[in-house]
């Protein structure tokens, strides 16, 4: 099995996504790469044009997971953006509050260029899982469509 990667699972009615990387960061990137998948399938038509640095600060962090995933599909949605390069690049707890820091690179998403993949209505704790050991995180995430 790779360093880090995803795939998607059996679900009766959602998208369900098992990811892993060598650190949390990786595995959150990667859980992020199958939300992008989903909208649209081939990443590589998508031009790295557009950069995006994004903060998100949560109780915990299957909420950070869950407000993470849920600010793409903000973005996508409000700004019509989609991205083909998610990178972590820090996860930290101070104050009993965890804090993500990620850089973005995509462009507008156009039809006429981007596979149209399937619409994620929302992100969901149904079946959200992060198991951590010292050289694997694995999360299992459940798309809402």
Do not use: C
Not at 27 to 54: E, G, R
Not at 123 to 143: A, C, K, L, P
């Amino acid at each position: 099995m790779k360093n880090a990667g995803f795939e998607f699972k059996e679900h009766t009615a959602d998208i369900r996504v098992k990811s892993w990387g060598r650190s949390l960061e990786e595995a959150f990137s990667q859980t992020a790469y199958s939300l992008m998948t989903t909208l649209s399938p081939d990443l590589k038509k998508i031009s790295p044009i557009v950069k995006k640095k994004i903060k998100i600060i949560a109780e915990d962090i299957g909420a950070l997971l869950f407000d993470f995933l849920s600010e793409f599909l903000y973005i996508f949605d409000v700004q019509g953006l989609i991205f083909s390069k998610i990178d972590v690049l820090s996860i930290t707890k101070s104050n009993n509050k965890y804090k993500l820091v990620a850089q973005l690179q995509g462009e507008n998403f156009n039809s006429e260029k981007h596979d149209i993949g399937t619409e994620v209505k929302a992100i969901t704790y149904s079946f959200m899982n992060i198991e951590q050991s010292e050289d694997r995180v694995t999360i299992d995430i459940v798309f809402d469509i």
